[in-house]
């Protein structure tokens, strides 16, 4: 009997016996995919009312936003080594449990207190999309690899611009808590598909769980995360904000330390910092950035009032229209990234989808006066991005062993939510601070937009250079998660 076969019950060999049913497996974990990106932007449309209805202060509100974003950054990584040592299926199971749950608290809310709970609880199951690319990485025929890594790695933008159209006209014409039905019977559809098509994880690596490196990364980047969230509202030279993001860099500084000297490390240093592997993150962070601005400024754009000689004047209905191709054309365009990273290799297809992010954000400076505009945009960002997310799984598996799959593909989510964030803070600060107020009402001026996109193609560009700078050839290694060319 091997290692392995303690953790399985009768019905799992049976399953393993007669072999995976891969299109379901695909399809269960793009679903899964599809159910946590909607739930991150569930309560977009309702947050203008939301102080309203739990009777606090916009700031205040804002938490069900902020919460969800640390407990997603913090939950990823450590899901995926807790992925890694004891099953990727188990730890799925749990983290779509923790956002039924979270549904569940937040559907019978009525209080600011239990909803940022509700929100943290869902926002723990966006790492189920690093964990369904690394479970595809175990179970599928390398053949069939590259084109089921892309259509899950887009699902982190499909479901949030297909389900933002969704969520308005929820928000408008019926209750709040709605939303968070709607999330948890997703929720459930998830676990049920999980069960039944994704067969148990035999790939276990092996050592230890680092308890102590998982506090110090969930506190380091609690830190980091919070201080840029919140630096516009606090004050960016604040003590408090100060305090809390050099307090956070300084605990990642000692983790990072720690991380080198621990036998069974939460996330390997020393692999983290290989060439392929550093620069892919960073271009990671600056992919989110110019992903996230999108439904930050071309909301804004689209829903000033045309009054003030800078808005398009639409609903938040039709707003969240306008931007669905970008997500839609995520999709339709994973086949065809896949054949590129096939035939070209991740690196060609990460250059091609910064580069067009660049050319989208370029065009929005001076493209910004009708509705079509809006939509080219925010279609050329997703044509890139859908190239970009295809391209990085692939290019982080190739570069790790085996043992590290979930864990490095935890953080890489959790670069691309640094990025999120820092587009949120400076795409926010900029806005705020470039404004017209015609007729008493106030919205972002023409060169607070101009300039906010100016700041995204020039995020972009940075994500150029750190594609030019990776090995045009990786060099080959037997313990890589993914076969590489010589």
Wanted: aromatic share 6%.
């Amino acid at each position: 009997m091997s290692n392995d076969d303690h953790w399985l019950s009768d019905t799992d060999r049976a399953r393993l016996s007669r072999g995976p049913n891969e299109r379901a497996i695909v399809a269960s974990l793009a679903f899964t995919g599809l159910v946590a990106s909607f739930m991150m932007t569930l309560v977009t449309p309702l947050l203008p009312e939301l102080p309203g209805i739990l009777g606090v202060s916009t700031q205040d509100a804002l938490w069900v936003v902020t919460a969800t974003l640390l407990a997603a950054a913090v939950a990823t990584p450590i899901s995926g080594r807790l992925g890694d040592l004891y099953g990727k299926r188990r730890m799925m199971l749990v983290l779509l449990g923790s956002l039924i749950l979270g549904s569940v608290v937040a559907g019978f809310s009525s209080s600011l207190i239990p909803l940022v709970i509700g929100r943290a609880l869902q926002g723990a199951g966006l790492g189920v999309i690093a964990l369904g690319i690394s479970i595809l990485r175990d179970v599928l025929h390398r053949d069939r690899l590259g084109k089921a890594i892309a259509l899950v790695s887009a699902t982190l933008g499909i479901g949030g611009a297909v389900g933002l159209p969704i969520s308005a006209v929820i928000s408008q014409y019926l209750d709040w808590h709605v939303l968070f039905v709607v999330s948890g019977l997703l929720g459930v559809v998830g676990f049920v598909l999980v069960v039944v098509f994704v067969p148990v994880s035999t790939l276990r690596s092996e050592g230890t769980f680092d308890y102590v490196g998982a506090v110090g990364l969930a506190a380091g980047l609690v830190g980091i995360l919070l201080a840029i969230s919140k630096g516009n509202e606090w004050g960016w030279a604040s003590p408090l904000t100060l305090g809390i993001g050099l307090g956070g860099v300084a605990v990642i500084g000692l983790w990072l330390v720690l991380e080198l000297r621990v036998d069974s490390p939460l996330i390997d240093i020393r692999v983290a910092m290989r060439r392929s592997v550093l620069l892919t993150n960073l271009a990671s962070v600056t992919v989110g950035f110019a992903f996230f601005a999108t439904a930050v400024a071309l909301p804004l754009l689209l829903e000033a009032p045309t009054d003030t000689g800078v808005g398009l004047g639409q609903s938040m209905l039709i707003a969240s229209l306008c931007l669905m191709p970008s997500g839609l054309v995520m999709w339709a365009m994973s086949g065809t990234a896949a054949k590129l990273i096939a035939k070209h290799g991740a690196r060609i297809s990460l250059l091609l989808g910064v580069a067009i992010i660049a050319v989208g954000y370029l065009l929005a400076i001076f493209l910004m006066t009708e509705i079509w505009h809006a939509v080219l945009v925010a279609t050329a960002v997703g044509f890139g991005v859908g190239f970009a997310y295809a391209a990085m799984p692939t290019l982080i598996m190739a570069a790790v062993p085996a043992s590290e799959t979930a864990a490095s593909n935890g953080l890489n989510s959790v670069m691309r939510t640094l990025g999120s964030t820092a587009a949120s803070a400076v795409i926010g600060l900029i806005l705020a601070s470039n404004i017209i107020t015609v007729d008493g009402v106030t919205t972002p001026n023409t060169f607070g937009f101009q300039l906010s996109f100016g700041i995204c193609a020039a995020a972009a560009v940075i994500g150029v250079v750190f594609t030019l700078m990776l090995p045009k050839h990786q060099p080959r290694d037997d313990t890589a998660s993914l076969p590489v060319q010589h």
